[in-house]
């Protein structure tokens, strides 16, 4: 194919705010995981697909299956649609303990 770029599993964006590598970021309606550190407006490699172990709210409680969302405002996953962005489902149960912070979130990768 002449005109085929790349896989697509991975894009370089420019950084929309600072990101450390494993945080996620949101560009329009595009949502990854950096692969490395980057400062507001630097390019940086992106994972749109996967499952990656995401900073979640720590009062929510997920089921396995559950639609997870990106908190744009606080850099954040969350099970709530309201004003947020889909960005995939929980692959694992987690409490919903004050310290129970991290969800396990495949990427659906579709956007």
Not at 16 to 38: R, W
Request: proline share 2%; charged share 15%.
């Amino acid at each position: 194919m002449k005109n085929y770029v790349q896989p697509g599993n991975t894009i370089t964006l420019t950084a929309p705010y600072a990101v450390a590598s494993g945080d996620g970021l949101l560009v329009g309606s595009i949502f990854g995981v950096a692969a490395g550190t980057a400062a507001l407006g630097e390019s940086v490699e992106v994972a749109l697909t996967g499952v990656f172990d995401v900073t979640k709210i720590g009062s929510q409680a997920w089921t396995a299956g559950a639609r997870i969302y990106w908190d744009d405002t606080n850099k954040r996953t969350t099970n709530v649609a309201t004003s947020n962005t889909l960005i995939g489902v929980a692959i694992e149960a987690v409490g919903g303990g004050a310290g129970e912070t991290i969800g396990r979130v495949r990427l659906n990768g579709s956007f």
